[in-house]
């Protein structure tokens, strides 16, 4: 398991050169299985090039936009918000482009390896070994605008409105990734609370604030394991998150 990571200005981080063009911050990590999560930043004016042979990985790779515009196959593109789940085994990759800067979470189920496809027998996704995944693929271009958002009164363990999208998701686990808007003045009872699973959680928009007086702005990250106590949080501004979780999320009191 990945250590607890309460709440992280990412902004403030400085980005460390990867390769020509890459730039990465290491959000968290998992020691043992080389999960991880990073904010990745793709600068083709610093000498970026994208791969250009199609490739697959034994990891899950999930990937959220937060600016620019990048595509795996040059026909479909994911913008701000856009998201991609490819499952470990799935071929992707086959033209590859990213026309302008670009920043984007990347996620992790493991160690990260490469295993090159030169000639792949078709262009669109596919299993490498010709079996199904885990849990299926799922790509979402343009997340904010797109359909399948519910409105929750109460939502998020909270008292006011939330709307959520389910990114992507494992149907047996439950283990997935979901847009969570709070909406301004949403606000949780007071006290600690925990959940059963862990809760990975990204502000795109807007800003938390929690009630040990820790104010998370846009770009604040947090990795909070299972069973460990929370502070409650307000939004009386609203905000965007992007949150990963390791199963239905339920909110238990604490004090
Ligand atoms: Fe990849």
Partial sequence: MRPHIPALDTAAMPWAERNKGIYSK?????P???????????VPEA??????????????????????????????????????????????????????????????SKELDFNYVPEPPQTTYYSAYNR??????????????????????????????????????N??????????????????????????????????EGEVQLADGTLRKTGSYSFIPPGIAQPSARSPKGALLYVNVGGPLDFRSVS
Avoid at 32 to 42: D, K, P, V, Y
Avoid at 86 to 91: D, G, I, L, S
């Fill in 132 to 169: 199904p995944p885990k849990r299926e693929i799922s790509v979402v271009k343009q997340a904010v605008d797109a359909g399948g958002w519910v409105d929750e009164r109460d939502g998020y363990g909270g008292r006011g409105w939330t709307r959520q999208l389910v990114l992507g998701r």
């Fill in 171 to 204: 149907s047996q686990t439950g283990e997935g990734s979901h847009f969570i808007r709070l909406l301004p003045g949403w606000e949780m009872p007071k006290g600690d609370f925990v959940h059963d699973v862990y809760n990975e959680s990204f502000v795109l």
């Fill in 32 to 42: 043992e299985t080389g999960a991880r999560t990073a904010l990745q930043r793709l």
């Fill in 26 to 30: 290491m959000l968290s990590q998992d």
């Fill in 47 to 108: 000498g970026y090039t994208p791969p250009t042979v199609a490739h697959f990985h034994h990891a899950d790779e999930e990937i959220l936009v937060v600016k620019g515009l990048l595509s795996f196959d040059s026909r479909d593109w994911l913008g701000p918000r856009g998201y991609v789940f490819h499952p470990a085994e799935t071929v992707h990759g086959f033209k590859s482009a990213v026309p302008e800067e670009s920043w984007f979470i990347s996620r992790v």
